[in-house]
């Protein structure tokens, strides 16, 4: 069984950091992309930001700077790395995993066959 595990969410106030986890389980010999999106309340998911098997990154503007995506892969783990947050940054984060051709590709597509379940992140202005 297939499995993606988020941890790390939380409040913070604005210009603050958090780092963000995510545990993936049963995935065996596949190429993939792994990626960070957010949703808040009445607005489509985006993607924040992704990672391909080659260790190519690709960033949304809003974040471009802020944050960094990191995979171990001795652990099958995925990582934000989330610093001077804003107000604008809360929103439920998931992660999600699938095969890929570029990592920009993957984070601007919501069609993904694997997510976790989120973590909430707040930030207070």
């Known amino acids: 069984t297939v499995q993606l595990m988020e941890s790390g969410g939380g409040s913070v106030q604005a210009g603050g950091s958090l780092r963000l986890s995510c545990a993936a389980s049963?995935?065996?010999?596949?190429?993939?992309?792994m990626g960070w999106f957010r949703q808040t309340p009445g607005k489509e998911r985006e993607g924040v930001a992704a990672?391909?098997?080659?260790?190519?990154?690709n960033y949304a503007e809003s974040v471009s700077g802020r944050f960094t995506i990191a995979y171990d892969n001795a652990d099958d783990t995925l990582y934000l790395h989330m610093n001077n947050l804003k107000h604008e940054d809360s929103a439920m984060y998931y992660c999600a995993r699938d095969q890929c051709l570029t990592a920009r590709g993957f984070r601007r597509t919501t069609t993904l066959r694997y997510w976790g379940q989120g973590t909430q992140v707040s930030v207070s202005s």
């Open positions: 049963g995935f065996y010999g596949i190429t993939y992309c």
């Open positions: 990672v391909d098997s080659d260790g190519n990154t």
